[in-house]
């Protein structure tokens, strides 16, 4: 019976790198949403998909971040050349069904540190 | 405009002290929902409570009541006898309806720390 899985927990990249999040959601569900959470502060939410679809993409950065959830496999956040200030903890959360209905199940996150 | 707002950032008590932990939050919406989580310091978030707009009944689980107060749009938490398991981070968030978004608003959090 396992919860959402995020991995890798702790990612460390030098400035320029690419980091590659992997949230695998609750067995059965299709809505995955992402959240960044910068330190001392709550989360921001990112973006909201459902298996090959971009939803809502509202929260992310016009620029190097891209997300994607395909039909099979791991939903996945990117961040292309990154920076010290994308250093956060990014959090994958899935639901069942909208999620008016029912509340987000949360991973554990990943911890990015950016150097 | 912070849609919730917790203003509180950091609460001690002593052990056995009840505690409520604050939330505003700020919606043109008529359906909505209001969440509780706890962030402990392993980082991981935990699903405490969801409320919808409709149902302004006070809850209660065991140490935890929620008040929830639609004429002030505040939904506060209370830990009664508090333990220092309850030693964490405590995020208050608002999902909107409209537009169909389904993201949630969090608040800044409250940290708050049990003294044993």
Redesign the interface.
């Known amino acids: 019976n396992a919860g959402v899985m995020q991995n890798p927990r702790h990612l460390v990249r030098r400035r320029g790198q690419e980091a590659r999040l992997r949230c695998s959601p609750v067995k059965g569900h299709s809505?995955v949403?992402w959240?960044r959470q910068l330190p001392e502060?709550?989360?921001?939410?990112m973006v909201?998909l459902q298996k090959e679809n971009i939803?809502?993409e509202?929260?992310m950065p016009k620029e190097r971040f891209s997300a994607e959830f395909p039909k099979e496999g791991p939903s996945i956040l990117r961040i292309q050349q990154v920076v010290r200030g994308d250093s956060a903890?990014y959090?994958c959360a899935s639901?069942l069904r909208?999620?008016?209905l029912t509340?987000?199940?949360?991973?554990?996150?990943t911890?990015l540190t950016v150097l | 405009a912070q849609k919730?707002t917790q203003a509180q950032t950091e609460i001690s008590v002593v052990e056995k002290e009840d505690v409520t932990l604050d939330c505003v939050y700020e919606t043109r919406d008529t359906?909505y929902?209001l969440?509780w989580?706890k962030q402990p310091p392993?980082?991981?978030?935990v699903?405490l409570i969801?409320r919808n707009s409709f149902d302004e009944q006070n809850e209660i689980s065991g140490r935890y009541s929620w008040n929830f107060q639609k004429s002030t749009s505040s939904f506060n938490f209370t830990i009664t006898a508090s333990q220092v398991v309850d030693s964490a981070v405590y995020?208050c968030?608002l999902?909107e309806?409209k537009g169909?978004?389904?993201?949630?608003?969090?608040?800044?959090?409250t940290r708050l720390t049990v003294i044993p």
């Open positions: 809505h949403y959240y502060e709550g989360l921001k939410f909201y939803i809502d509202s929260g903890a959090f639901s909208d999620s008016r509340e987000q199940f949360f991973g554990p996150g911890r | 919730v359906t929902y969440f989580y392993s980082g991981e978030l699903f969801r995020f968030a999902s309806s169909g978004a389904n993201n949630l608003f969090f608040g800044t959090g």
